[in-house]
């Protein structure tokens, strides 16, 4: 009978660097490659700065904003939220009838650093269990 395969690490990684990910698409400006809209005049006004998505508090670019609840070896999921408040921040910007804007999204570079240690422990898994079969790895 095989082992549980047990991605729990790689998937509360995979959560870290997701979270990294969109804090620094944030204090960057862009998402995807691409720079946010820019804000309105009236915004610029309010807030002081021309910076998208960053108020007074700097919400979107702290680890805080986005709780993780890690995977554990029993349940297999890592989940990312959104603090209360946020939230709402959050909705009003991606559907704002003036300038929507998408900023909750993951780059490829760190989806690809993620999937490369889920890979690594699947395959680590299989070797694992082909041995445990009675073959020898080659």
């Known amino acids: 009978m095989p ?10 990684k995979l959560a870290e660097i997701v979270v990294k990910d969109i804090s620094k698409g944030v204090k960057r400006g ?5 720079p946010f809209k820019p804000n309105e005049e009236s915004t610029i006004k309010q807030k002081g700065h021309s910076n998208p ?3 007074k508090s700097n919400t979107f670019t702290k680890k805080a904003t ?3 609840t890690k ?20 909705l009003i910007n991606q559907t704002s009838k003036t300038h929507p804007r998408e900023f909750y999204g993951v780059s490829d570079k760190a989806m690809n650093s993620g999937q490369k240690s889920i890979d690594y422990d699947i395959n680590k898994w299989v070797d694992k269990e082909i041995i445990n079969m009675g073959y020898k790895k080659v």
């Open 53 to 55: 998505l960053i108020g």
């Open 30 to 34: 862009t998402q995807f490659g691409k």
């Open 71 to 90: 995977a554990t070896k029993t349940k297999q999921v890592a989940t990312i939220a959104i603090i209360d408040g946020a939230d709402n921040i959050a």
């Open 3 to 12: 082992s549980p395969l047990d991605l729990s690490t790689s998937l509360n």
């Open 66 to 68: 986005y709780p993780i």
